[in-house]
């Protein structure tokens, strides 16, 4: 299995990085999309990527740092897109579960970072963290220019209502551990509605940890397979089959060899 979507480098699992990528091969988890959140932490994912054979990394601020954000160490940071394990741009984009960052210095940041996109004619894939703010999100993508359908919504936690305006336009969806957990209805009924062609499975380890695993921290990419297994169940398909389907997806998507 691909877990496409980590952060190896957050503190919970970076001491223990050989011992996590172990774990996680050992379980079947092949490779791991490690993503960078600042411009220090995409360094940090490059080097650790350069490590592990299986680990691949992305560039990106992610939005909860848009206030502390500097764009010289951001556009710096841009070089690594041309790093062979570098397979996409992001995490970037819209949070309102919380006040702060400013949603006006949010945007700005997002903005910054997709006309970037633009103007280094970069190719990659585009990861979004969106929380409560699909329609800002989706209206700031558009207003970009770039194709939808290099955009992935990770983490998706939204109602069926705002899947459905994120399929609308092109874009992928990936589902994390929450849509296992009893309490979380709208995020099942999402991922009943995205197609089978555009469906991806990450952990967002160390946070999020599945079902029958949620009470154990950190989570672990060696998790995703049980994501995986309760999303198969979920659309009726064996696990064997929804894994080489997510697997696929995942390359095709992110160009993974």
């Known amino acids: 299995m691909i877990d496409t979507h980590c952060h190896l480098t957050f503190p919970q699992l970076r001491d223990r990085a050989d011992a996590v990528v172990a774990a996680a091969q050992e379980a079947g988890v092949t490779q791991m999309i490690c993503v960078g959140t600042t411009p220090a932490d995409a360094f940090a994912a490059r080097d650790l990527a350069h490590r592990f054979g299986g680990v691949f990394f992305t560039v990106g601020v992610h939005p909860h740092y848009a206030e502390g954000y500097e764009r010289d160490a951001y556009l710096a940071s841009l070089e690594l897109v041309d790093d062979p394990k570098c397979v996409a741009v992001g995490e970037m984009g819209i ?141 009726g398909m064996s696990a064997e089959a929804f894994e080489a389907l997510t697997d696929a997806n995942a390359k095709r998507f992110y160009g993974l060899p």
């Open 95 to 235: 949070d309102y579960h919380y006040d702060d960052p400013p949603r006006d210095v949010q945007h700005g940041l997002f903005r910054t970072q997709l006309a970037a996109i633009s103007e280094r004619a970069i190719d990659k894939p585009i990861v979004i963290h969106c929380r409560k703010a699909v329609d800002d999100t989706l209206a700031i993508i558009r207003e970009s220019g770039i194709d939808p359908s290099r955009f992935v919504f990770h983490c998706f936690t939204e109602e069926p209502s705002a899947c459905e305006k994120v399929l609308e336009l092109g874009c992928w969806i990936s589902f994390t551990g929450i849509v296992t957990y009893k309490n979380a209805p709208e995020v099942r009924q999402s991922a009943e509605l995205v197609p089978l062609e555009r469906i991806m499975v990450e952990t967002d380890a160390p946070y999020l940890s599945p079902e029958p695993y949620r009470k154990v921290r950190p989570n672990e990419p060696k998790f995703v397979v049980e994501t995986a297994r309760f999303l198969a169940d979920l659309r």
